[in-house]
C-alpha cells in the first residue's frame, strides 16, 4: 500500500512537487493513457514564483493531458501566464489564496468547465473582458471574495448552469441577472442584499436559490414563475410576506424562512393610496359590466382596462387597478407551521367585511403535503 495520500492534509515544504502529480486514466480494462490529469500542489505553502515554476517545469507532454490543476490553500498572488499552455484545462481551484485577479490567460483554457476561487480578493474589476469566450464554463464558485455586485462579464457566460457568490458584500442583484439563461443553482448567502429583481423570473431553470443571510424584505411574484425550483433558502433576512403564488410551484420541497419577521411580526399598517378618478371610473366600468368597444375609447384607455385584478374577497365583486390593500392569507404547512402569503383587496373597507369562510380559506392539502420541508424554527 503507498503511504501517500490525496487527502486535503497540508503537506511538508519538503514534499518533491512530483509527488503532486496524479495520473486517473486508468479505464475499466486496466489500460492506462499516458500523463497525468491532476495536478495539485494544494497546502504546499508555494508562492506565486514557485506555482509558475511548477507549472512550467513540466513535459510538454503534460501540458495537453492535464485536467485539473489544484493550488489551494498556498500563497499565490497572481495566476501566471503559463496557464494557458494547459489548453485541456477543464478544472481549476486556486480557493484560499490572496489573488485578486483573473488574468486573460484564462481564455485560453478554452475546455475549462469549473472555475472555483472561494476565500481570495476578487471584487468585481478581476474578470477579463474576454471571460465570456470561456463557452464550456458551467460551474463558478467566487464565495468568500470581495464582490459588491454579480460581474457583468458572468451574466454574459453562455453554458454557465452553477453560480456560487456567498459571502462577499453584494448589496443588490443587477437585472442582467436574468441572462444567464442555463443558471441551475444560484448561491447568493450571506451578502447585504435588499432586494431581488424582477429578472430572476427569467431563470427559468433555477433549480436552487439561496438567499439565506441578507436583508430581503419582499421577493417579486416573479419567483412564482420559476417552475423547476426545488429549493428556496430565506432564513435570516427581513421578509414580512411572501408572495402568494409561491404556493403553486409544483416542485418546491425546500423552503425555510426562520429568522424572519413574517410569521410572528406581519404587516398590520394598511398602506392605500387613494384610487384616481381614472381608476374609479376604470372600476365602475367593469363591476357594472359597462360595455365598451374598441372603437368607442382611445387605446390606452382600453389597455388600462384589460389590467383589472379581482379583488381577493370573495364576497366583493370589485376589482383594483393600481390602488390596492396588501391583505395577509396565513397558509398552514405540514399542519404545523402558518406562513403569511401577500395578496390584494381593492380597498381597506373589504379587509373589515371578511367573512368565515374567507378568514379560514387556505389552498388545498395537497399544496401543504408538497412542502415536505418548511424550515422555520
Ligand atoms: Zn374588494
Do not use: W
Not at 463557452?135 to 459588491?148: H, K, M, P, Q, V
Not at 420541497?253 to 378618478?277: A, G, I, Q, W
Not at 383589472?308 to 393600481?322: I, L, M, S, T, Y
Amino acid at each position: 500500500m503507498a503511504a501517500s495520500s490525496d487527502s486535503d492534509q497540508p503537506s511538508t515544504s519538503s514534499q518533491s512537487l512530483n509527488n503532486s502529480i496524479r495520473t486517473n486514466n486508468t479505464s475499466d480494462d486496466g489500460h492506462i493513457s499516458p500523463g497525468p490529469t491532476i495536478l495539485d500542489y494544494s497546502h504546499t505553502g508555494m508562492d506565486t514564483s514557485a506555482f509558475a515554476e511548477a507549472l512550467s517545469n513540466q513535459p510538454e507532454s503534460v501540458f495537453s493531458s492535464v485536467e485539473s490543476i489544484l493550488a489551494t490553500n498556498n500563497l499565490i498572488l497572481e495566476l501566471p501566464d503559463i496557464l494557458g499552455k494547459y489548453r485541456n484545462l477543464k478544472l481549476l481551484d486556486i480557493s484560499n489564496n490572496q489573488i485578486s485577479d483573473i488574468p486573460e490567460v484564462i481564455v485560453e483554457c478554452h475546455d475549462l468547465t469549473t472555475l472555483i476561487s472561494r476565500n481570495n480578493l476578487l471584487d468585481e474589476h478581476s474578470l477579463p473582458k474576454q471571460f465570456k469566450y470561456l463557452t464550456r464554463l458551467r460551474e463558478i464558485n467566487f464565495s468568500g471574495n470581495n464582490y459588491a455586485r454579480i460581474p457583468y462579464e458572468i451574466m454574459e457566460l453562455p453554458a454557465l448552469k452553477i453560480l456560487h457568490m456567498g459571502a462577499n458584500r453584494i448589496e443588490y442583484i443587477s437585472k442582467d441577472i436574468g441572462l444567464i439563461r442555463k443558471l441551475e443553482v444560484l448561491y447568493l448567502g450571506g451578502n447585504q442584499i435588499t432586494e431581488i429583481p424582477v429578472e430572476v423570473g427569467e431563470l427559468k431553470g433555477l433549480r436552487v436559490f439561496v438567499l439565506a443571510d441578507n436583508r430581503i424584505e419582499k421577493l417579486p411574484n416573479s419567483i412564482c414563475t420559476l417552475k423547476q425550483l426545488k429549493s428556496l433558502l430565506l432564513h435570516r433576512n427581513q421578509l414580512t410576506t411572501l408572495p402568494v403564488e409561491l404556493i403553486k410551484l409544483r416542485n418546491l420541497t425546500e423552503l425555510s424562512l426562520r429568522d424572519n419577521p413574517l410569521v410572528h411580526k406581519f404587516v398590520r399598517d394598511m398602506v392605500y393610496d387613494p384610487p384616481t378618478l381614472m381608476e374609479l371610473s376604470a372600476r365602475t366600468v367593469k363591476l357594472r359590466k359597462i360595455p365598451y368597444k374598441r372603437s368607442d375609447l382611445p387605446h390606452n384607455l382600453v389597455e388600462y382596462l384589460s389590467c383589472a385584478h379581482q379583488c381577493v374577497n370573495p364576497r366583493c365583486k370589485g376589482v383594483f387597478f393600481d390602488s390596492r390593500v396588501e391583505h395577509i392569507k396565513f397558509v398552514d404547512f405540514c399542519g404545523k407551521y402558518r406562513v403569511p402569503l401577500l395578496e390584494y383587496l381593492c380597498s381597506p373597507k373589504c379587509s373589515n367585511h371578511r367573512s368565515p369562510a374567507y378568514e379560514a380559506s387556505s389552498d388545498s392539502d395537497s399544496d401543504e403535503d408538497r412542502m415536505r420541508k418548511v424550515l422555520l424554527g
